[in-house]
C-alpha cells in the first residue's frame, strides 16, 4: 500500500472510532437550580466524584448549581442542543414539555414520603421516561424526589376558604397552577431564588413548598402559618441530553445511567430520613403548624384528577402501582 492510501485507511478507521462515540475522555457539565447545601446539589456532586474514580478518571463532571446555567426551561433547550450535558431536574419542568409526566402531582397519589419513594422506584414510574429522548430530547435515568408539598402563608388559615382569592407562589407548571386554580387562589408561578424576596415583601400571600426549604430558606420568617398538607409529590429526574448520550459508547453509557440513577435515587431516601427532621426544625420556629388531610382540599382533588387523566394517561398506572 502507497503512502497514500495507508493515510487514508488510518483517517477512515480514526473516524469510525469517533462516530462509535466516546472512547475519549469527557468533562460533563451538570445543571441543577438548587443552591449547593440542597440534597439534590449534594447528590450531583457525589455523582460527580464516582464518576472520576469509576471511570478511572476518564471523566469527569463540574456541577453548577443555583441556575448559573439558566433556568430550567433554558437548561432543558440547551440539552436539547447538547450545550448542556446533564441536568438533576424538577420532574415539573418536564412536564411543561411532556404532560404525561404531570401524572406525579395527582395530589394525594402518595399517602406519606415512603409511600412516594415506592411510587417512584415502581415499573409504572420507570416505564415514563422511555418517552423523554423523543419528546424532550434528555434521556431520563432515574427519579429522585424533593419530598412532599405544603403552603407556607403569610396569613393565619383555618381552611380552604381562608386560601381563596389569595395569590400562592407556585414553581411554574401546569399541573400545579391547575391545582391552586381550582382552589380558587391566584396561582403566581414564581422560580426559587425569588421567593424568600417576594414573600418577606407581600408580593405573595403565601407559597407552595417543601418542608426541607421551608426550613433551610427560613421562609417562616415572614409567614407564621405553615399548613402541613402533603398535598403532592415533589419528583426530580436524572437527565442526560439525547445528543450527547447519542455519543457515548456502550459501556460508558451503561456506567453512566446506572451511576446517575443511584445517585438520584439517593435523593429518595435522603428525604425518607429527613422529613421527620425538616418537620421538627420548622416546628422550632415561631409558626403555627396546621395539619390537615385530603378532605381541606374538599372537591379540588376530584376535579384535578378528572382533567389530567385525560392529559397524564399514565396517572391509571401510576394509581395501580400505588394501591398495590
Ligand atoms: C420549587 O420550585 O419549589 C423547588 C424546586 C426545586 C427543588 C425544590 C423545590
Given amino acids: 500500500m502507497d503512502t497514500f492510501k495507508k493515510l487514508m485507511v488510518a483517517g477512515v478507521a480514526a473516524a469510525m472510532t469517533l462516530s462509535a462515540g466516546a472512547a475519549f475522555a469527557k468533562e460533563f457539565k451538570i445543571g441543577l437550580i438548587t443552591p449547593p447545601k440542597h440534597t439534590w446539589s449534594k447528590a450531583a456532586s457525589a455523582f460527580a466524584e464516582e464518576l472520576k474514580e469509576k471511570s478511572g478518571g476518564k471523566h469527569s463532571a463540574s456541577v453548577f448549581p443555583s441556575r448559573q446555567l439558566g433556568n430550567e426551561a433554558q437548561m432543558l433547550q440547551q440539552m436539547q442542543t447538547g450545550a448542556l450535558d446533564m441536568a438533576f431536574m424538577t420532574v415539573a ?184 427532621k425538616f418537620l421538627a426544625e420548622v416546628k422550632k420556629t415561631d409558626a403555627k403548624i396546621v395539619m390537615v388531610t385530603p378532605d381541606f382540599f374538599g372537591t379540588t382533588t376530584d376535579k384535578w384528577n378528572s382533567i389530567w387523566s385525560k392529559r397524564a394517561p399514565s396517572l391509571a398506572k401510576l394509581r395501580a402501582e400505588a394501591a398495590k
Fill in 93 to 276: 419542568e418536564v412536564s411543561n414539555r411532556v404532560p404525561n409526566m404531570g401524572a406525579f402531582y395527582a395530589p394525594y397519589l402518595a399517602k406519606d414520603i415512603a409511600h412516594a419513594a415506592k411510587i417512584l422506584r415502581s415499573d409504572a414510574a420507570k416505564e415514563m421516561l422511555k418517552d423523554l429522548p423523543r419528546k424532550a430530547g434528555v434521556v431520563g435515568v432515574g427519579y429522585g424526589s424533593a419530598g412532599l408539598r405544603q403552603i407556607v402563608s403569610r396569613d393565619p388559615v383555618e381552611n380552604a376558604a381562608s386560601l381563596q382569592g389569595k395569590k400562592i407562589r407556585i414553581t411554574p407548571f401546569e399541573p400545579i397552577k391547575d391545582f391552586y386554580n381550582l382552589l380558587s387562589t391566584a396561582p403566581t408561578p414564581m422560580p426559587l431564588p425569588a421567593v424568600y424576596d417576594a414573600l418577606a415583601n407581600g408580593q405573595v400571600d403565601a407559597i407552595d413548598m417543601d418542608l426541607e426549604l421551608i426550613w433551610k430558606l427560613k421562609y417562616t420568617e415572614h409567614a407564621k402559618t405553615v399548613v402541613l398538607s402533603n398535598h403532592m409529590m415533589f419528583p426530580m429526574v436524572g437527565l442526560v441530553s439525547a445528543k450527547v448520550w447519542k455519543d457515548l459508547d456502550k459501556a460508558d453509557r451503561k456506567m453512566i445511567g446506572e451511576l446517575m440513577a443511584k445517585h438520584v435515587d439517593s435523593t429518595i431516601d435522603s428525604y425518607v430520613a429527613g422529613e421527620a
